[in-house]
């Protein structure tokens, strides 16, 4: 039952707040005085640039993943790409270039996605006649302008029109890993970057009941991921019409609840209906001889995952990763003060090093003579990672060691025999016990609100994931963004009570989840 | 010694060619009558397409990477990351954009590189007042405008200037996996596409002769990747002035003979000097408390290497692939006639794919019904897939199972209790032997000449790896390329025989290696 702890269940209906490290603290990752996210100086983005994860470049909006941030998404890959395979999907490669007028194609994409985007125009500089530098060449200039992709459902339908001609040919099942551009006015580092890395899923199958089960097991591939390798309670259901994906016909998605009280977007999979077959004209030919359009799905998950690890499992000493996807799952720090307890503490460093890596455990020793040990403490803790292994010139006499648990800080003392055992055993704790905080900490700040003025009250002073009442229209969704910044996150699956609606008073057919998000 | 063979070893110095398989021949890539490879009709291309691994998009130049080619190229990153890894470098991840102003900066580096690239200057598009479509909205035009990466050593180094202040920071060992676009006037699948996939190493180090030896590892690197996993026999060298990186004070690369007796440049290594580090100032404190520029490399191999597999093991029926490397390993046909022979049959295959998996041999089992055995068999064949398993109502009877081998086409009866020791006894052996022919072929189709109309007569008629000896000056080398379209492809390491230049007659430091390239 890997989703059982995901199921709405606020065990504090009358929206009183959990105490101690399950409470919202709003300030966490506060922006600070007149500084900009852009500048990196809000205290989300200070964290994810000390911790080394990433970094603005000189371009606006984008990004520079740092090898440590990177190695979180590596990790997050192989995980991903393996659940891909194992529900029958494979990967390819698709440009990187769309033709202006794909996007025209299908209606409601268009006005999705064909605005604020990268534009190429030419494809030359040349000298400049003082020769001081280059500039475009005006003689260069292309055709039909091309848009670098913001996600690929127009190129990939336009080849799929030449690879689907028969219930043969179906279901088709590819999944793409490829970096994508939206010119974003507001850009935070991971959250929302003019350039991202994600994997876009992009199938088409011949009835469908198929395709809406594919989008619903793609979901569930995500929830999963977010649960059992991030440590990181979800919710599932689906989007309103208004906050749907351009061109889809359902979107389903998962939402996070972060530290501050946010919501967070953390994967989405549609159901894209024949909207893309029709623009595309991709037809088939059934088994019963007619022909059809294509039903579609695409799903997506990008680097912006990264940022949620920061914003669902960070304290006062900054990232606490999870085990299955820290970089460096151990670190090892020798202490000695003497220069004649320096080898004999190097050389058990070194040996439970060689047996961690060993057993597949990404561990690291951190020998380097030119930080002291508080100063290694310190950075370790930043950087999240989960264990601490100490060997000082007692352990060594003792043949023992200290470990200290990053999540709660515990320390304890450990017979070296019992090395793998107390590391795997602890790595399985840490890993179960953030996602633990994770669902107590969205319970407790999951609150029922029936009336508005109290429900302004609440996002306004805690946040959190307020389910209420709505009417199901446009209009109603539209006016609570306006006057509280908070929109429907999702609309929880299953039967709901029904009820009235807290802005209209109108019939509402269950409750709706709000937040602010990100 | 894993590159005992890839040293220059000519077996047949007065230019004889091998016989049988060895031969080269000119017309097994060639391009139909007034057919362009654009258009994805030359013999090259047709069995690109055919064989699944690629087709052309309707964007010039850019190619769709299919499932089968990409699995090829999952593999390819799987072991080439590997070794980087235990090289000790890291991935990292840089912006796709570049502000064009970068270029400027290294002056031969803009000449080599800022010239045909695409350009984005809007940031966004609207609808057209007629709202038949979208324009590029003319008030969202970039102060600067973005180069889209063609190689990331400016955008990179810009970074390094931030990274980099002291010799502890030292030495920078990142890596990018990442997409890169080049304005191609003429493209090929896999060989020459606008835009296409690599990996670009980036290290910064302290002392010249450290940065050499990267380089020059990471050649290794590659010429090990080339020859024990593409089974592709390569030789190693360095570049000529004329033929060097933009920016390098050094370009090392492997070069591979295609059957059709073209060179392939499959890998290159630059040794970059100082050059990135004065552009960017990049200095950093020594040891001894001075202050010095940082020393550079590059390093990066692409896509093209599929290309490269193509044209190094074909034949009539198609694709050869390596076994190391090929996403199906051994696949399984089952074979009968009547109605109830299925069921054993698909009974014994389903067994087999499932102990070869376990093993983590590639295998598949393709059991569909409305193909022929006939039909899988020529499919697969084309496909290149190393070992054929073919199962019928006799082999289940017998307890035994018929398998072919891919390369040399011999089929053997194999009692069903050996299945994996056969299996991987046959996918090392034509690992091997695909690696035997391509070393063989090399040598049989490297002639020595000492005289230039000779030196015309060969490259015009049957081509081949020639060598010659070079006067060392751009004049002849120019002169050379114009006369024959052979180009140097590299100046062997090592100690050559000296001797006199075979167009000029001036003296000469040793024989380069000749041929007309892809």
């Given at each position: 039952m890997p989703f059982k702890d995901s199921k709405i269940m606020p065990v504090n209906s009358e929206g009183r707040m959990g105490e101690s490290n399950?409470?919202?603290?709003?300030?966490?990752?506060?922006?600070?005085?007149?500084?900009?996210?852009?500048?990196?100086?809000?205290?989300y983005s200070d964290l994810v640039?000390?911790?080394?994860?990433?970094?603005?470049?000189?371009?606006?909006?984008?990004?520079?993943?740092?090898?440590?941030g990177y190695s979180i998404w590596e990790k997050?890959?192989?995980?991903?790409?393996?659940?891909?395979?194992?529900?029958?999907?494979t990967n390819a490669y698709f440009p990187l270039f769309i033709p202006k007028s794909y996007f025209s194609r299908e209606a409601s994409h268009v006005e999705g996605f064909a605005k604020e985007c990268a534009v190429v125009t030419h494809y030359r500089l040349k000298n400049t006649a003082d020769g001081s530098g280059v500039e475009v060449d005006p003689d260069a200039k292309l055709e039909e302008e091309l848009v670098i992709r913001p996600t690929s459902e127009t190129i990939i339908w336009n080849s799929y029109k030449k690879w689907i001609q028969s219930y043969r040919d179906l279901p088709l099942l590819i999944n793409q890993w490829a970096n994508v551009v939206r010119w974003e006015m507001r850009t935070r580092?991971?959250?929302?970057?003019?350039?991202?890395?994600?994997?876009?899923?992009?199938?088409?199958?011949?009835?469908?009941?198929?395709a809406v089960e594919e989008a619903e097991t793609m979901l569930d591939v995500y929830a999963r991921f977010a649960e059992d390798f991030m440590a990181m309670s979800v919710l599932k259901g689906k989007k309103t019409p208004y906050e749907r994906f351009a061109g889809a016909e359902e979107t389903y998605c998962i939402e996070a609840l972060m530290?501050?009280?946010?919501?967070?977007?953390?994967?989405?999979?549609?159901?894209?209906?024949?909207?893309?077959?029709?623009?595309?004209?991709?037809?088939?030919?059934?088994?019963?001889?007619?022909?059809?359009?294509?039903?579609?799905?695409?799903?997506?998950?990008?680097?912006?995952?990264?940022g949620g690890l920061v914003l669902v499992h960070s304290d006062e000493k900054g990232l606490c990763l999870p085990p299955k996807l820290a970089p460096i799952q151990v670190i090892i720090v020798p202490v000695y003060k003497k220069d004649e307890e320096k080898l004999p503490v190097d050389s058990v460093c070194r040996e439970m090093l060689l047996k961690l890596k060993e057993e597949g455990i990404d561990a690291a020793y951190d020998h380097s003579d030119t930080r002291s040990p508080g100063w290694k403490f310190s950075e370790y803790e930043l950087k999240g990672v989960p264990l601490r292994i100490v060997v000082g010139p007692k352990d060594v006499a003792n043949k023992t060691f200290e470990i200290v648990r990053r999540d709660t800080r515990e320390k304890s003392f450990v017979p070296v025999q019992n090395l793998l055992s107390a590391v795997k055993d602890l790595l399985q704790k840490v890993q179960e016990n953030l996602f633990r905080k994770s669902v107590e900490f969205r319970e407790k700040n999951t609150t029922v609100e029936e009336n508005y003025s109290h429900f302004r009250e609440v996002i306004e002073e805690r946040g959190g994931f307020i389910l209420a009442h709505w009417d199901g229209t446009?209009?109603?969704?539209?006016?609570?963004?306006?006057?509280?910044?908070?929109?429907?996150?999702?609309?929880?699956?299953?039967?709901?009570?029904?009820?009235?609606?807290?802005?209209?008073?109108?019939?509402?057919?269950?409750?709706?989840?709000?937040?602010r998000a990100y």
């Open positions: 399950e409470k919202i603290n709003s300030k966490m990752f506060e922006k600070k005085n007149n500084q900009t996210e852009e500048a990196g100086t809000g205290q640039v000390r911790a080394g994860l990433a970094e603005y470049s000189d371009v606006r909006g984008c990004m520079i993943i740092k090898p440590y997050m890959q192989a995980v991903l790409d393996k659940m891909f395979k194992d529900t029958g999907h580092l991971f959250l929302r970057t003019t350039e991202f890395l994600w994997q876009e899923g992009h199938t088409a199958h011949a009835t469908k009941q198929e530290l501050d009280g946010k919501g967070l977007q953390a994967g989405t999979s549609h159901f894209l209906g024949q909207n893309f077959a029709r623009a595309f004209d991709v037809k088939f030919s059934t088994k019963e001889g007619t022909q059809d359009f294509v039903w579609a799905t695409s799903w997506g998950v990008s680097t912006r995952l990264i446009a209009e109603t969704e539209k006016k609570i963004k306006e006057e509280t910044k908070a929109t429907i996150r999702l609309i929880p699956f299953g039967d709901q009570e029904p009820g009235k609606c807290i802005v209209s008073g109108n019939p509402s057919t269950g409750r709706v989840v709000f937040a």
